[in-house]
């Protein structure tokens, strides 16, 4: 079975540094790229950013440039979004999701709480 | 700020066909990129719906359906059930900001 598992939920005050995972099973990792999606309470979804994990290129959205860094590692088929300085604002659920062949979002991981609080 | 527009909410009775719109720029459904769609249910992880503007992933109802025309991308739901409640999204490519991945603003289905 093809699955995308994500790390666990976190709380962390502004300014901390934080790195959360998704773990892809059951699929040749590297002939898919992954993307990181964001949704903040009660809002709708938007693209951050993505990664091809064969030679960790990646490609953000204008919005995320330089606020968040994704990384992959293949040979523990795992992606990584971290922030070197969290803010409240990026209190959120994050997705990643599997990019398959028409650049639709095939296979989702469960979703990581990040709650930035002080 | 979403470059997909689609309408804030639809509700219907259980049984009704119901249908989602997604308005979009020429930069992106208009430059002939194809519109995926996805459904969240309350509390869960989206779900690929459709792909390709018109394909149903293995195990999806033939009750969801997609459609493209020009710059507009459309979500049928026929025959809707009391399950089908939930919030919709299209996603599609937008070359406008450097190659972005996009989705729409989300639709909320209420079945009443």
């Known amino acids: 079975e093809v699955q995308l598992v994500q790390s666990g939920a976190e709380m962390k005050k502004p300014g901390e540094s934080l790195r959360i995972s998704c773990k892809g099973t059951g699929y040749n990792f590297t002939n898919y790229w992954i993307s990181w999606v964001r949704q903040m309470p009660g809002k709708g979804l938007e693209w951050m950013g993505s990664?091809?994990?064969?030679?960790?290129?990646?490609t953000y959205s204008p919005s995320f440039q330089g606020h968040v860094t994704i990384s992959a590692d293949k040979s523990i088929t795992t992606a990584y979004l971290q922030w070197s300085g969290l803010e409240a604002s990026d209190t959120a659920i994050y997705y990643c999701a599997r990019m398959g062949y028409y650049y639709e979002m095939d296979v989702w991981g469960q979703g990581t709480t990040v709650t930035v609080f002080s | 700020q979403s470059v997909l527009t689609q309408s804030p909410s639809v509700s219907g009775a259980p049984g009704q066909r119901v249908t989602i719109s997604c308005s979009a720029s020429s930069s992106n459904i208009g430059a002939d990129y194809a519109v995926h769609w996805y459904q969240q249910l309350p509390g869960t992880a989206p779900k690929l719906l459709i792909y390709?503007?018109?394909n149903r992933p293995s195990g999806v109802p033939d009750r969801f359906s997609g459609s493209r025309s020009g710059t507009s991308a459309s979500l049928a739901i026929s025959g809707l059930q009391a399950e089908d409640d939930a919030d919709y999204y299209c996603q599609s490519y937008d070359t406008s900001l450097s190659g972005n991945y996009v989705f729409g603003t989300g639709t909320k289905v209420t079945v009443l």
């Open positions: 990664i091809d994990p064969s030679d960790s290129y990646t």
């Open positions: 390709g503007n018109k």
